[in-house]
């Protein structure tokens, strides 16, 4: 049975990929840091212990470990007990609104997390394979489309640490031969999307604007452009890069750019909403450098994986509106979920 080590775990991408990976029949290991409320949420589904402790196991096979990024003690040991195959590194200070707020805290974790976490699967394992969750945040917007080739423009902090640990992953590959990937994925999105992220904190707002408990939602700058995917289809391809004769690095996302006023738009009238009466802009959601133009052109993953996306923007849009159209108690318009079924079948996600 393959163990693979997942940080991360109790985001959104970590709850998809391990759904995926307990699919595929791995003995699952995430590390969970300790809050003051329950932080497990999008796993609770997986692991229903309300509460772990030290290292507890679940009967569906996923273990979760206490540690965070920060700690490289706790990072080896568990790395030397667990001895993974796979190793996926999903955590970070992944807000790039907030890594303007904690430059030195993002620096730390979603830069120098990478290189704590890469020395300790080395040293547990020479064998391992390891992912590395990039993004196109690194391009910053420049050259559109852009692909494995686009030189970088980091324009956040957080864009700085993240083409750091792609460097980091790229040395450890080049260096010691590891079996290391960049992933370098453009934003990708769900129902279990962090309710501050503007696609989600829109399908939110509506639902909540739906259900008569507000009145307005505020925003910053519409006119950024984002290619924007479903999450559970990357996490298939994350797997999917360890799975090769050699690792290399993949840009990953959908080809389609759209803007955020075009998010509202189709999200408001999806819902029979008017944006007119509900949309207003605040300068504090504004950043002090923007990315303007994100789009991904895919085709190395398409040729070499066989990957490419199914769930394209409108899907997209329907897909999040209704589920949280369900999660504030009203009714969904429906189209979302016949979006799924169609596209998807039996679904070996769970949880939404
Ligand atoms: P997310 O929902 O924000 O999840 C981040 C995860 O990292 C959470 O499990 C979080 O734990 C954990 N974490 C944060 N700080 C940590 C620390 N100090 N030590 C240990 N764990 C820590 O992110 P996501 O959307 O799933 O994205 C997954 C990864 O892909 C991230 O690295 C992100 O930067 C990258 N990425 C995302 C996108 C996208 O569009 N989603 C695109 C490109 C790259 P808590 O639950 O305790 O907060
Ligand atoms: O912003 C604009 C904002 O925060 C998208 C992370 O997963 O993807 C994500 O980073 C755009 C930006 O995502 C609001 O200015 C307008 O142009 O949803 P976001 P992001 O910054 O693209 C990349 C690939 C990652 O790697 C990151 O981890 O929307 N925008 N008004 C707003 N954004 C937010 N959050 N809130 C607003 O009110």
New binding site residues.
């Given amino acids: 049975m393959k163990k693979a080590f997942v940080?991360?775990?109790?985001?959104?991408?970590?709850s998809y990929l391990t759904e995926l990976l307990i699919s595929k029949g791995y003995e699952v290991h995430g590390?969970v840091?300790r809050?003051s409320s329950l932080?497990t949420s999008r796993i609770c589904h997986i692991f229903p212990e309300a509460e772990i402790a030290g290292t507890s196991k679940s009967e569906s096979g996923l273990f979760l470990h206490y540690g965070?990024?920060?700690d490289s003690e706790q990072i080896s040991n568990i790395m030397d007990k667990v001895k993974p195959d796979e190793v996926y590194n999903?955590?970070?200070?992944?807000h790039v609104r907030v890594s303007f707020d904690t430059p030195e805290y993002t620096g730390n974790?979603?830069g120098l997390?990478t290189t704590r976490l890469l020395e300790a699967a080395r040293r547990s394992n020479p064998g391992v394979r390891f992912y590395q969750?990039?993004?196109?945040e690194m391009f910053g917007g420049k050259k559109p489309p852009q692909n494995e080739e686009t030189p970088f423009y980091p324009r956040s902090p957080y864009a700085c640490a993240k083409v750091y640990s792609y460097w980091m992953t790229r040395n450890y590959r080049e260096g010691y031969d590891m079996y290391a990937c960049n992933g370098i994925?453009?934003?990708?999105e769900s129902p279990r999307r962090?309710e501050t992220f503007v696609t989600r904190k829109i399908t939110r707002r509506i639902a909540r604007i739906v259900a008569g408990k507000e009145k307005t939602l505020s925003l910053g700058n519409l006119d950024a452009k984002r290619d924007w995917g479903f999450?559970p289809e990357y996490v298939e391809c994350m797997w999917m890069m360890l799975q090769q004769k050699q690792a290399t690095d993949y840009v990953i996302g959908t080809g389609e750019t759209h803007s955020v006023a075009e998010f509202v738009d189709a999200a408001f009238e999806y819902a029979g909403l008017d944006r007119e009466k509900h949309v207003q802009i605040d300068q504090k959601y504004f950043r002090p450098t923007e990315v303007d133009v994100l789009i991904a052109d895919p085709r190395k993953a398409e040729k070499n994986l066989g990957w490419k996306a199914k769930v394209k923007f409108l899907d997209l849009v329907k897909i999040m509106v209704d589920a949280d159209m369900r999660e504030f108690g009203v009714e969904p318009v429906g189209e979302g979920d016949m979006i799924l079924a169609k596209r998807f079948g039996k679904k070996w996600w769970k949880g939404d």
């Fill in positions: 940080t991360g775990i109790t985001g959104q991408d970590g590390l840091r809050s932080n965070d990024l920060s999903l955590a970070a200070q992944s974790i979603t997390g969750a990039s993004s196109s994925l453009f934003n990708h962090g999450s």
